[in-house]
């Protein structure tokens, strides 16, 4: 809401007024980048909006009751006559689907990552490496030493820690035949790209049909997404190819979320997700299939609901 | 509690018995790695806990509100007959005063962090640096080329931008004559380092000034910790040294906080801080003054209460 954030920072917006609290740290910062029509200096934010709501003589407000803890709404709503109107998700609602600009902000991100991934898959010929050493190369080559901010910890996992979704990084070491697994992505303006290439020996036949059956799977739900079709049938549709092929209790988590600002927003593409696919959404499609003790394959790209279907960024 | 964690995931002890909760991503690294009675995999780790609780027919249950959203809360919660007792800050308060392995830990990942900075000092010759790349070079020195794990995003500032205690890395370079502020850690084990390094020019007299000030304060501050003292008492100690010298409302932030698994544990050392000095606490003290638009100036070392007084680790 006010293009600026920081860890401990709050906004509401009054009958169109918005007001932008975090504490002195912040102050400049705040001042210069938050859009905001107030900016206001709190060392206890939820009581400072306890303070504003009370002097405003508001009558209703509306919260999401997951982005505030139960100790930080009992000070704000402390003997307050306003009325608190719980509405479940409403800002991650809200930015589920982009703007023109937004969507050409992730595309320049998500392209940023994709060449970088470039450049890691070179690492794969340095044989020895540990997963730790592997993994701060990534974040070096996806940061371009430091050009860009990371949208995530890089996950880099190779041979069976790459049957963990989401391993961290250990002392094992590449071998000349290891498969390797790289899930990162960057930041650019704020906002993020998400990418994982798995990288088999095409000489080892179970990987290679593990990952044909995940790459079938990708493919099928990028072709399949339509706007108006339910999130849920999505996931339904890629976890369909992987069961045929038998391998359905292997693939352990959501086809993938929606991305922006934020690594995780809406849509959550799940079994289990209420949302449904519109126009403008932008999300990941990760299928992977996960075989404890031998490896790991998961394939993700970013997509963008366009023209009434998906269209990979 | 587990001795574990991720973003995703929960603990709760029944009458002894610990559950930890976590989704499918994550369910081989919690088993290797979480201390637990049992491991419980869910996708909605609320409702799996308001099941266990009504299975368990446990009659009270403690949690703190700070760490649950009301909405997560709320689902717990729905239809139980378990009463629910508030007690805010319970694990952080726990975790406050540190065992003797644990402080040991820490004083290896400080005595890194702080060897560190030796290597981080000499980036000053490299004048036209920019912030960001000063920044980058600094990740790549504090985590050894990826040795160790950060413990925050590293703060970089020179010159003016040094003004704003969170300042975000820039495009400003670096000059000969550059005051440039620094302030990182690196975790060992788990356990956080936090230092802060202010390098000014001497020949200025207006930043020498500023410097003994803080270094006064910073002293003061160190020598005066007591057993049984409130950490409000200490903060006021060293505000009155920078008061005094004509600077209070340029010390804009408190004067530390506790440090452990977590960059920010308790106590709060904070002029509205509830908390009192104990044997085995460990925490920072950071003084800083902050001239808007000119340079800031931060001092920051890491002690644990041991026999009594501040020993700085």
């Known amino acids: 809401m006010c293009n600026y954030s920081n860890d401990n920072s709050a906004?509401?917006?009054?009958?169109?007024?918005?007001?932008?609290?975090?504490?002195?740290?912040?102050?400049?910062?705040?001042?210069?980048?938050?859009?905001?029509?107030?900016?206001?200096i709190s060392k206890n934010i939820p009581k400072t909006i306890n303070n504003i709501l009370k002097k405003s003589k508001i009558t209703r407000i509306k919260f999401d009751p997951y982005e505030l803890s139960l100790g930080v709404y009992e000070t704000i709503v402390k003997n307050s006559n306003t009325q608190f109107v719980s509405k479940p998700y409403m800002f991650k609602l809200r930015r589920a689907i982009k703007q023109?600009?937004?969507?050409?902000?992730?595309?320049?991100?998500?392209?940023?990552?994709?060449?970088?991934?470039?450049?890691?898959?070179?690492l794969l010929s340095?044989?020895?490496?540990?997963?730790?050493?592997?993994?701060?190369?990534?974040?070096?080559?996806?940061?371009?030493?430091?050009?860009?901010?990371?949208?995530?910890?890089?996950?880099?996992?190779?041979?069976?820690?790459?049957?963990?979704?989401?391993?961290?990084?250990?002392l094992d070491k590449l071998r000349?035949?290891?498969l390797v697994l790289v899930d990162g992505g960057v930041k650019y303006r704020h906002y993020c790209s998400d990418r994982t290439e798995t990288y088999i020996d095409h000489k080892k036949p179970l990987q290679q049909k593990i990952y044909d059956i995940v790459q079938k799977a990708q493919h099928t739900a990028i072709k399949s997404?339509?706007?108006?079709?339910?999130?849920?049938?999505l996931d339904t549709i890629a976890r369909e190819v992987i069961d045929t092929a038998g391998y359905g209790k292997y693939f352990s988590h959501s086809l993938g979320h929606g991305i922006g600002l934020d690594i995780h927003e809406y849509p959550i593409i799940s079994s289990k997700s209420p949302d449904m696919l519109?126009?403008?959404?932008?999300?990941?499609?990760?299928?992977?299939?996960?075989?404890?003790?031998?490896?790991?394959?998961?394939?993700?790209?970013?997509?963008?609901?366009?023209?009434?279907?998906?269209?990979v960024l």
């Open 11 to 40: 906004c509401i917006d009054i009958s169109g007024q918005l007001f932008f609290l975090t504490d002195s740290r912040y102050s400049i910062e705040a001042t210069e980048q938050a859009v905001a029509d107030k900016i206001v």
């Open 100 to 122: 023109p600009h937004e969507i050409d902000l992730l595309k320049t991100a998500i392209n940023i990552g994709r060449k970088r991934f470039i450049d890691i898959k070179k």
């Open 176 to 178: 000349t035949d290891s």
């Open 278 to 311: 519109k126009e403008g959404m932008v999300f990941t499609i990760e299928p992977g299939i996960y075989l404890p003790d031998k490896f790991g394959v998961r394939i993700e790209d970013c997509v963008v609901m366009k023209n009434g279907k998906a269209e």
């Open 225 to 233: 997404a339509k706007v108006g079709m339910k999130a849920k049938e």
């Open 126 to 170: 340095h044989s020895n490496m540990t997963e730790q050493k592997f993994n701060y190369k990534t974040i070096e080559i996806l940061t371009g030493k430091g050009e860009q901010q990371l949208s995530f910890s890089p996950i880099t996992a190779f041979d069976k820690n790459s049957a963990k979704p989401h391993a961290i990084p250990s």
